[in-house]
């Protein structure tokens, strides 16, 4: 998938610098044609000369200097590449791509670039924590950028926390996984739903739950990213969905039936990510519920089960259903594929530590009709989207869709 593809590697100034290396000389022996591009303060951690040599081109580093007259540099690199990878990223590199600043070769190609970005982040946990950086990553995602998610271990500060680079092999692994998906589903529509439901009690109170719909998020991009016509339907989450995707906002599970409903006939996946309340409020009040007595007891009443819904409804389409579990996960997966006539479950144990809402990671088994079909280990949330459409993909073109 690598070879004969032309990338740009921007190496930044943090101490994962060196690491650069070994990702030039993984990509060059996977044939692809690699530029590296450094800031002046990456040459201060490794030499250009030892990225040249591996890369077998030259490496550039100041915007003036210009060793074609018959090209731009940044403008011919930029219109020339089929990917560009930051590897490492550090906070400053990304907040300049976040907010459009130009003042290096580096950023100013990106600037230029209308090839994907894939960013491998690296700096201090406390860095990658604030609001600053998480603000610029989430700013850069909704335009369409690429992660990988910096790994846990030992910084160079002396830190024992997130922030150390992705191994190279990481990386690779990403950029082959961007190339086999690639298109894949170009002319396929899907129909992601994410985050979770609000069911008012009144004005000022609902029930929900811990959704944050980052996974979901998280495979509308990945689906968007292969070529798919994406309509997310969204329920109660933070996140900024991701750039090229048809957002429904929705409140309520009733809403989100509807909205869903209305999109299913035309659809050839979807994937049903969001955690719906099952029951909500028999009697929403018009008027706050005054305070009275020691006790109050709420009568609730069953939600239209959505999955069942579509299970009941589906045609053509390839349905994918989530189960967040604490215990006997294999069974209860199993047995709501078969009563929801899905044809994959996704399902976690959400008892495990890094495992389900809210967090930025999750381990996920897969279901099909004849039991466990792949097991994805703790992730990054990106990741398990992107190896989940990838199963998904396969499954689809199984069932006879084409690949055009």
Known sequence: MIAGKRMILGITGGIAAYKGAALCSKLTQAGADVH????????????PLTLQTLSRNPVLIDTFDE?????VTHIHQADHADLIVVAPATANS???????????????????????????????????????????????AARGAMFVEPGTGQLAC???????????????????????????????????????TMERLDPVRYLTNDSSGKMGFAIAEAAQRMGADVTLVAGRSTETPPAGVQVVRVASAADMLEAVVEAFPGTDVVIKAAAVADYRPAIVHKQKVKKSGEKLVLELERTTDILATL?????????????????QVAHYAMDKLKRKN???????DVSKEGVGFNGDTNAVDVYGPEGLE??????????VASRLMALIADRLFQRGGDRS
Request: net charge neutral.
């Open 374 to 383: 792949a097991s994805f280990p703790l992730l990054s949330k990106r990741e």
């Open 36 to 47: 590296v591009m450094m800031t002046a303060s990456a040459a201060q951690f490794i030499t």
């Open 311 to 327: 299970g009941e409804r589906k045609e053509h389409q390839l349905l994918v259903g989530f189960a967040a579990e604490t215990e």
């Open 158 to 196: 002396g830190y024992v926390a997130k922030g150390r680079l992705a191994e190279p092999e990481d990386i690779v692994r990403s950029i082959e996984t961007w190339f086999a998906g690639s298109g894949r589903l170009r002319g396929k529509r899907v129909l992601v739903t994410a985050g979770g």
């Open 94 to 140: 990304i907040a300049k791509l976040a907010n459009g600043l130009a003042d290096d070769m580096l950023s100013t190609t990106l600037l230029a670039a209308t090839c994907p970005i894939l960013i491998a982040p690296a700096m201090n946990v406390h860095m990658y924590e604030h609001p600053a950086v998480v603000s610029n990553i989430e700013k850069l």
């Open 67 to 71: 060793r074609d007259p018959a090209v």
């Open 342 to 348: 899905c044809d994959l479950i996704v399902a976690n």
